[in-house]
């Protein structure tokens, strides 16, 4: 009998399957790894590192609006928005912590420096930036991570935690999918009718907002202006050719 892996992630699994012999009960995607995602919760979790900085800024918009709510308040009712507040600012706090323990992992196994004590003295918004490119364009050194130790949090409690690459997934998939469910908000992915320069797939896309264009096969990055160059070529090409 043929033996497969499944992805990692099991019944979260972006491709999940029910189990041959118990259909109540969702598997991973086929995997030909021993261990590790399928393509798309790789994609998935590419885009949640993307994403980091703009969840930290819509975070901050739904903080101020519930900080201007607070101020508008007369009497009575101040303990309402409290509870949201310190959600938003823990989850906050979480994301950046999150960001830094596995860019600073990923950055010693790439011989890149990472210096923690200044990130920690950083405004968020550059350390998320920074992390996020970095663990971008290293998607697999940070899954292929083992042993790792960081600390965080526990059911409220601070403790050291032993982790593996194939963590990251979980926990910064996770932290993706709660900022969503505080914000609400769900970002638009708009997908753009030229090929892609490198590989010629239809496949480039641009979250609404963004100011980059990444395509979702080959993954290289496009300013919006290299865009319109290329699609510029592309139209002088075909107006040659007629």
């Not at 990692?8 to 261990?35: F, L, M, Q, T, V």
């Not at 790792?148 to 593996?164: A, K, P, S």
């Not at 979250?207 to 202006?225: K, Q």
Request: charged share 25%; glycine share 8%; hydrophobic share 40%.
């Amino acid at each position: 009998m043929l033996d497969f892996h499944r992805c990692y992630r099991g019944a979260r699994c972006a491709h999940r399957e029910p189990d041959p012999d118990h259909p109540a009960i969702k598997r991973g995607a086929p995997i030909n790894a021993a261990e590790g995602l399928c393509d798309a919760c790789t994609r998935h979790l590419r885009q949640a590192i993307v994403d980091m900085p703009q969840d930290y800024l819509d975070l901050e918009a739904v903080l101020g609006g519930t900080r201007d709510g607070l101020r508008q308040l007369v009497s009575g009712t101040r303990d309402l928005p409290v509870p949201l507040s310190l959600t938003i600012a823990a989850l906050q706090a979480e994301l950046v912590h999150e960001a830094q323990c596995w860019a600073e992992s990923t950055a010693e196994v790439l011989g890149v420096r990472w210096d923690t004590q200044a990130a920690r003295d950083s405004r968020p918004g550059p350390v998320l930036e920074r992390a996020a490119h970095l663990l971008e364009n290293s998607v697999s050194v940070l899954l292929a991570l083992r042993g790792v130790v960081h600390t965080g949090w526990i059911d409220g409690e601070w403790t050291t935690l032993d982790r593996d690459g194939l963590d990251s997934a979980d926990v910064l998939l996770g932290l993706h999918h709660r900022v969503e469910s505080v914000t609400g908000q769900r970002r638009l992915i708009n997908r753009l009718a030229a090929p892609c320069p490198r590989c010629d797939r239809v496949a480039l896309q641009r979250p609404d907002g963004s100011a980059t264009i990444t395509c979702g096969v080959c993954r290289n990055t496009y300013t919006w202006d290299e865009y319109q160059r290329q699609c510029t070529l592309l139209a002088d090409e075909h107006q040659a050719i007629a």
